[in-house]
């Protein structure tokens, strides 16, 4: 895959490398789009669940990562889900179907992968359309073992 690494601290040398994911975020959701990792081919499925008011405007961005410690804690106006799964030579086998929650440090198992959820903005009009109104979803993943 040839997309770059995501941008962070310096990873220790034990430390996946965490590449990005070619999510469009201007293509709307859902999603799904294929890769191949390591010498594996994996269909990412991604869809948002987004508490949206039809009168909002096409431009109004939902954050739908955790927001700054409040007290009480915030909850976001929805989510990510993503599906990956791994093709093989016994056919398709899902990997992962899983609610993404972009918090720091988390990382979401899926078979070989380890996939992390670094940014999730996702603007109405990029909800079953397309367009650029200001999404930015950024998915990082990185093989757990070759």
Same mark, same amino acid.
């Given at each position: 895959?040839?997309?770059?690494?995501?941008?962070?601290?310096?990873?220790?040398?034990? $430390?996946?490398?965490?590449?990005?994911?070619?999510?469009?975020?201007?293509?709307?959701?859902?999603?799904?789009?294929?890769?191949?990792?390591?010498?594996?081919?994996?269909?990412?499925?991604?869809?948002?669940?987004?508490?949206?008011?039809?009168?909002?405007?096409?431009?109004?961005?939902?954050?739908?990562? &955790?927001?700054?410690?409040?007290?009480?804690?915030?909850?976001?106006?929805?989510?990510?889900?993503?599906?990956?799964?791994?093709?093989?030579?016994?056919? &398709?086998?899902? $990997?992962?179907?899983?609610?993404?929650?972009?918090?720091?440090?988390?990382?979401?198992?899926?078979?070989?992968? $380890?996939?992390?959820?670094?940014?999730?903005?996702?603007?109405?009009?990029?909800?079953?359309?397309?367009?650029?109104?200001?999404?930015?979803?950024?998915?990082?993943?990185?093989?757990?073992? $070759?």
């Amino acid at each position: 895959m040839s997309t770059p690494r995501s941008s962070a601290a310096p990873r220790p040398p034990d $430390a996946p490398e965490y590449r990005r994911l070619p999510v469009e975020a201007d293509e709307g959701l859902p999603q799904v789009f294929t890769c191949r990792i390591g010498d594996t081919s994996y269909e990412f499925g991604l869809y948002a669940v987004v508490d949206a008011r039809p009168d909002d405007p096409l431009d109004t961005v939902y954050d739908l990562g &955790p927001g700054p410690a409040a007290d009480p804690p915030v909850t976001p106006p929805g989510y990510l889900v993503l599906r990956v799964v791994r093709q093989g030579a016994g056919g &398709p086998r899902t $990997a992962l179907l899983r609610k993404l929650v972009a918090e720091p440090g988390l990382v979401h198992p899926a078979d070989r992968l $380890a996939v992390r959820l670094l940014e999730a903005r996702v603007a109405r009009g990029n909800l079953n359309g397309r367009g650029h109104y200001g999404s930015s979803i950024v998915i990082g993943v990185a093989e757990r073992w $070759a």
